[in-house]
């Protein structure tokens, strides 16, 4: 069982920055696939980014290459998004999800066997 609480979330302006957290309990995190994905207003939930377990494979929605960063510290059982030159339209609820497959490449949530409760992104024009 792992549970996942996201942070970081919050109101920028459009070119700003957001890091975004997310912290997960039990000891066998290191052994899980970790994703991000978002959901905006009235849409479906998207995959964002993905890192193996061992930071060895990254993976990125085309939307949002070279200007997010999936990164993560097995010591402290956490995942973190770094974005940077945000948007409006990267406005969303943003979630983090495990996958008990470590090395894996899913994108599609049915794939995701844990999931955080989401935190708000608001980017302002």
């Known amino acids: 069982q792992v549970q996942l609480v996201e942070s970081g979330g919050g109101l920028v302006q459009a070119g700003g920055s957001l890091r975004l957290s997310c912290a997960a309990s039990?000891?066998?995190?290191?052994?899980?696939?970790m994703a991000w994905f978002r959901q905006g207003p009235g849409k479906e939930r998207e995959f964002v980014a993905r890192i193996n377990s061992n930071s060895g494979s990254r993976t990125y929605a085309d939307s949002v290459k070279g200007r997010f960063t999936i990164s993560r510290d097995n010591a402290k059982n956490t995942v973190f998004l770094q974005m940077n030159s945000l948007k409006p339209e990267d406005t969303a609820v943003y979630y983090c999800?495990?996958?008990?497959?470590?090395?894996?490449?899913?994108?599609?949530?049915?794939?995701?066997?844990?999931w955080g409760q989401g935190t708000q992104v608001t980017v302002s024009s």
């Open positions: 039990g000891r066998t995190f290191s052994s899980y696939g």
């Open positions: 999800a495990a996958d008990a497959n470590p090395y894996g490449t899913a994108t599609a949530p049915p794939y995701y066997n844990y």
